[in-house]
Structures are given as structure tokens and as C-alpha cells.
């Protein structure tokens, strides 16, 4: 299959659930570096500080990935007839079809008949690029012997759409000529995977690893371990997966793509949620070969993925939803690996410990429809909004400046804000110092609670305070963003002090109010870096732990 970009064709077609083994212990390279996926720049890459689990807060939905032995999106899916005539089929006239025959047909005719082509141009065009009647016995345009890998689909495209689009419903649209054409879900879906297909050119890939080519089942001895110890073979590193799906899940609340096979077949499927247990520490002394420069501390950990594989096509959604139900639609995985740690705890490289991995990781931006598609943007937004069509957008208002947003920074004089890790605002998420730069996550309130005391609220989420975690009297002891309860815990003091005599005689800084009279800072070693965690520590005065005071809460 002919894709359009330069990292997306290292990207072929298929979708599935299948693992072969390989081996890597090294530091990340140029290809493996999880900053190719950290658009923001804001990967956290503290083992620490990484959640240990997390499940999406909008599942991806399932579906078929419309394989190219069938046609692609031009295969009749919903059809009452044998399996091969939902393929060879011959476009008929439309005009006299009832709703029960306009049902049955193909995505593509449909939209065809939507858009009022009566000589069908998707439906041909799609039979042309799968090739799918060549392989057909008795079609003119068979040729014996073809045959269509049946793993070769849309999965590419598949793949970021199931979390990219909301899931369509049901549908009926009305074509240019009268006619009303009736959409199933999985119509909509076929539609929506074909458009990420053709507006490839126009998406920004990120793209982590290498694409292995080598077909390992027809290898054996030490042909087989040649090809699994390629560099192109050896699949994605340890530390930078770990990193990746930390801050993809985890943190940002965001999905992207893993194949899940790492030899010549890509199954791409769409990551949501995994677990991290953590198995056993060493210290570098009781290492194993080439660690990555700088190891401290390597860590054996055993995460367990999630990801979303194919279902049947349906004419109603496929996404189930609700806690603690079983979707067939979600399969599981677990990987066992080491992580190799600097002096401060952050991950600089990693070793797969089982043969089971993932070949590459991937994501991409949402291309717009524009004028080409600008059906299908009427049949998607009927589709998740009740049969309603909304307006084309209108102007967008003005971006609100600084002085217009709700709540204010908490500037330590070293020039780093108080911040949420990765800037999403979830309960649990470790707080953390950033250069201030007027994010929603760095700004703040703070509620009075008497006696000087106040709860300090995110204005990105108000239900969420600082939070000293488990309420410790342990210097260093973290601070997060979790639910507000108003339990001392939670509670913070702007205050100025006074050391007669000393190199900071008087400083303002904020206090922990459960009585360990710390004050909130980074580790004294860490004041200067980005991401560096925010704890309870000695209040001292010095540039680590004295703040820009907000004047209207000095107390």
C-alpha cells in the first residue's frame, strides 16, 4: 500500500494482537528519544514522579480496519448474502433501492450516493487501491495466484481515529437528489478512516523507534538472531517506552499508537490505560552491560498495556461503557523490562527483559476536513449530535491576555512557578516547579480558612488543592494536586519570616499548615531545574524556597 509521508511509510497497513521476541540494553539514540514524541516539551522523565496507572478519561472506540483482501471500505459489511458477494459485487443504479437494500451497501457507495455520483467514484476508487478484484476467481480483472495479505488494511488510519473522533451513531442523511441514505455506525468509522488515510500528507507524524522488515517466522538459528539483533529489528527502547506511556496516559490523558508486533507485519493499535508494578532496585554496581552514561540505579518493572483491537462492524457504537465492564474490545499485555536511573531519579535508557515488546510507537495530528470532505463533516457532527448538523464555525474569539485569566502564579525568586506535572489538571498529579510561562495549570487561588490559613485551588480545575501527600512530617515529602477536603493537609500559609542576623533576614515563603512548620520548595539540589517536584522542606530563606508574594494574600 502506497502511503504519503515520509514517516508514515515506514508505517504499513494492519491491525491485530501478536508478539515476537528481540533484545535492547542501551541508552536511547537519536531514533529513540521520547522527546520525537514530546511535542509540548513537557514529558516528565523523574521515575518518581511518573504515575504508576492510568486509564484514559474518553475510551477509544472499536471497529473493523477494513482490510484490503475484503475491499477496504468499499466491502458491504451489513450485506444478507455470502461472504464473497459482499466483494464481487457490480454497483447497481440507487434510485430505486429500498431503505432495507440502502443499508446493506458498502461506506463508499453510500457516501457516493450521499454526495448525488451515480457512476460511484469512492467505491471504484477503493476496489483500485486494495486491488481486491484481482483476487477474485472470475472477475475480468483477476490474476491467478494474487493473493492479498489478509493483515494489510487501514490500520495506519484506524488507529488514531478511535480516539481522535468522538464514536459516530446511527444516522440517516438526506442526498442532493432526495434520497435518504441510512448510516450505520460503522459506516461513519469506514469514512473517518479513510480521510485520515487520504489526508495523511497534511498530518504531522511523530515517530519513535525503528520499523523492523524482517519476517521472523520464516527464520531460524542464526539467521533469526541476526535479523532480531538489526538495528532495525531491535525494536523501541525500554526507558523511552516507559517515559512515553507515563506521559501519553498517565499525565497528558492522551492516546497515541504502538505496534504491537515487532517483526515485518504492523498491527497498529490505539493505547488506553496500562499498570506499572514494580518488581525490584539495584544499585549500578549490580548492573548488567552497557547502561546508559550517568546510571545510578537501574529498576525491574513489569507494566501492563491496554490497548483497543478490532471488533466486528456494528450498526450501533461498539464502545461499552461504565466501570468494571467487560469490553471485548480491550486487550492486554504485560512487559517486563529494567530502567536505568541517573543520581535524581530520571530515566536515561532501559533493557527489555522478556522477548515480548512493542516494535514503534506513533502519533499524529487531526487533519481538517476543508472543502474536499466537507460531507463527511456534516455526516460526523449529525452522527454525534442527534441527527443535527451544526454551523459552519464562525470567528473565533481573542485569546484572553495574562490579566484576564483567572487566578495568579506562585513565583519562587529563582524564576519557576508552581505548576500541575505535564500540565493536565487530575487528582494525584505531582506539583512541580516550571518556568513560568502563564499556563492555565500554573495559576492559583487561595481560599481562606481562617486564622491566616487558606486552601490553595487550581484555576484549571477547582476541585483540585495542593496537597501534602499522606500528610507526612518527612522533609521532602511530595506535594500533589488532589481533591479539596480541607484537611490540614491542604492547608498553606503566606508568611514572612524573620532571621535577625542571617544571610536572608527576612523572607516570605509558604508555610504547610499540619504543624511540621516546613516551608513548600524543591529539593535544595534541584531549585533550578524544570519539573523538579515540590515537598515540604526547612524553611531557610534561601532562593529555593522564597517567593514572589502575591500582595493581596500577605499575611
Given amino acids: 500500500m502506497k502511503l504519503w509521508t515520509p514517516a508514515i511509510a515506514l508505517i504499513l497497513a494492519g491491525c491485530g494482537a501478536s508478539q515476537n521476541p528481540s533484545s535492547l540494553d542501551e541508552a536511547w539514540d537519536t531514533r529513540n528519544d521520547p522527546i520525537i514524541m514530546d511535542t509540548s516539551r513537557n514529558y516528565e522523565k523523574n521515575f518518581a514522579n511518573l504515575p504508576r496507572s492510568a486509564n484514559l478519561s474518553k475510551q477509544p472506540w472499536s471497529g473493523d480496519y477494513w482490510a484490503s483482501y475484503r475491499g477496504g471500505i468499499s466491502y458491504r459489511w451489513n450485506a444478507s448474502v455470502a461472504?464473497?458477494?459482499r466483494y464481487r459485487y457490480d454497483p447497481k443504479p440507487y434510485y430505486n433501492l429500498s431503505q432495507n437494500q440502502l443499508r446493506q451497501l458498502s461506506p463508499a457507495e453510500k457516501y457516493d450516493i450521499l454526495r448525488g455520483r451515480r457512476d460511484y467514484p469512492l467505491t471504484q476508487?477503493?476496489?483500485?487501491?486494495?486491488?481486491?478484484?484481482?483476487?477474485i476467481p472470475g472477475r475480468p480483472e483477476y490474476i491467478p495466484g494474487y493473493k492479498i495479505p489478509t493483515w494489510e488494511g487501514l490500520c495506519h488510519a484506524w488507529a488514531p481515529a478511535t480516539y481522535s473522533f468522538e464514536e459516530p451513531q446511527p444516522v440517516t442523511m438526506r442526498s442532493p437528489e432526495g434520497i435518504e441514505v441510512p448510516f450505520g455506525s460503522s459506516d461513519i468509522k469506514a469514512l473517518?478512516?479513510?480521510?485520515?488515510?487520504?489526508k495523511q500528507s497534511s498530518a504531522r507524524t511523530q515517530f519513535l523507534g525503528r520499523r523492523c522488515n524482517e519476517s521472523f517466522e520464516n527464520l531460524s538459528g542464526e539467521a533469526l538472531k541476526k535479523a532480531k539483533e538489526s538495528s532495525a529489528c531491535r525494536d523501541v527502547n525500554a526507558g523511552a517506552f516507559h517515559v512515553v506511556i507515563s506521559n501519553q496516559i498517565?499525565?497528558?490523558?492522551?492516546?497515541?499508537?504502538?505496534?504491537v508486533t515487532r517483526d515485518a507485519e504492523v498491527w497498529n493499535q490505539a493505547i488506553e490505560g496500562y499498570s506499572v508494578q514494580v518488581?525490584?532496585?539495584?544499585p549500578v554496581e549490580q548492573g548488567y552491560r552497557n547502561m546508559a552514561q550517568g546510571t545510578e540505579t537501574i529498576v525491574r518493572v513489569k507494566t501492563t498495556?491496554?490497548?483497543t483491537v478490532e471488533v466486528p462492524s456494528r450498526w450501533a457504537g461498539d464502545t461499552i461503557k461504565g466501570p468494571g465492564t467487560f469490553r471485548p474490545a480491550t486487550y492486554r499485555v504485560t512487559y517486563d523490562y529494567w530502567l536505568e536511573l541517573d543520581a535524581w531519579g530520571d530515566i536515561l535508557g532501559g533493557k527489555w527483559n522478556t522477548e515480548t515488546r512493542p516494535d514503534f510507537l506513533w502519533k499524529q495530528t487531526i487533519p481538517d476536513f476543508g472543502a474536499e470532505w466537507s460531507e463527511l463533516r456534516k455526516l460526523y457532527q449529525a452522527s454525534i449530535n442527534g441527527g443535527v448538523t451544526p454551523p459552519e464555525p464562525g470567528p473565533q474569539p481573542e485569546p484572553p491576555t495574562d490579566d484576564m485569566k483567572p487566578g495568579f502564579q506562585i513565583k519562587f525568586t529563582h524564576n519557576k512557578c508552581v505548576d500541575i506535572i505535564g500540565g493536565v489538571a487530575r487528582s494525584g498529579q505531582a506539583v512541580v516547579q516550571r518556568t513560568c510561562d502563564g499556563r492555565a495549570t500554573q495559576r492559583w487561588n487561595f481560599v481562606a480558612r481562617g486564622n491566616g490559613w487558606s486552601l490553595i485551588q487550581s484555576a484549571a480545575n477547582p476541585e483540585l488543592c495542593l496537597d501534602l501527600e499522606s500528610s507526612s512530617m518527612q522533609p521532602g515529602s511530595r506535594i500533589i494536586a488532589y481533591r479539596c477536603t480541607g484537611t490540614s493537609n491542604q492547608l498553606?500559609?503566606?508568611?514572612?519570616?524573620t532571621f535577625p542576623g542571617t544571610a536572608n533576614p527576612e523572607f516570605t515563603a509558604i508555610k504547610v499548615g499540619h504543624g511540621s512548620n516546613m516551608c513548600m520548595a524543591p529539593h535544595p539540589s534541584q531549585y533550578y531545574l524544570d519539573r523538579a517536584q515540590l515537598g515540604q522542606y526547612q524553611c531557610t530563606g534561601n532562593s529555593f524556597d522564597r517567593i514572589v508574594t502575591p500582595f493581596p494574600y500577605l499575611n
Fill in 192 to 198: 473517518i478512516t479513510y480521510f485520515m488515510h487520504q
Fill in 250 to 259: 498517565g499525565i497528558a490523558d492522551e492516546s497515541f499508537v504502538v505496534d
Fill in 279 to 282: 518488581v525490584e532496585r539495584r
Fill in 305 to 307: 498495556m491496554a490497548y
Fill in 125 to 135: 476508487s477503493e476496489r483500485r487501491r486494495t486491488r481486491v478484484l484481482q483476487s
Fill in 83 to 85: 461472504e464473497i458477494d
Fill in 492 to 497: 498553606w500559609q503566606i508568611t514572612r519570616f
